[in-house]
């Protein structure tokens, strides 16, 4: 008959998970206690006072671990629905995705060769 009310659900689910974040923050600000003091301002750590300064600069190796995690998680993101489908889809569609996954792995191994990544 009229095509929306097949996304009944959708909507539903949709005014249901705007409406409990809203809520939660709502609760949150009216239940928690406001105090401004010398204590909210003080850094925490552990219930330990904190030593030294608590801007610590990061080497950047640890941002080279997560880019690549990044890349390859996403290439794993995009490899599910393939794999899920890979009979219907053909060989030409596997050479696609053997490309797919030749072009960070070469990347990967050339970075790994040039010692450009601090892993080894």
Known sequence: MFILYEYDIF?????ISSVIPILAFLFSGILAPISKGPEKLSSYESGIEPIGDA???FRIRYYMF?????VFDVETVFLYPWAMSFDILGVSVFIEALIFVLI???WF????VKRSIGMV
């Open 109 to 112: 191994s050339l970075c790994m």
């Open 104 to 106: 960070p792995n070469c």
């Open 66 to 70: 997560a880019l690549v995690f990044v």
């Open 55 to 57: 801007w610590l600069q």
């Open 11 to 15: 909507w539903a689910f949709l005014i």
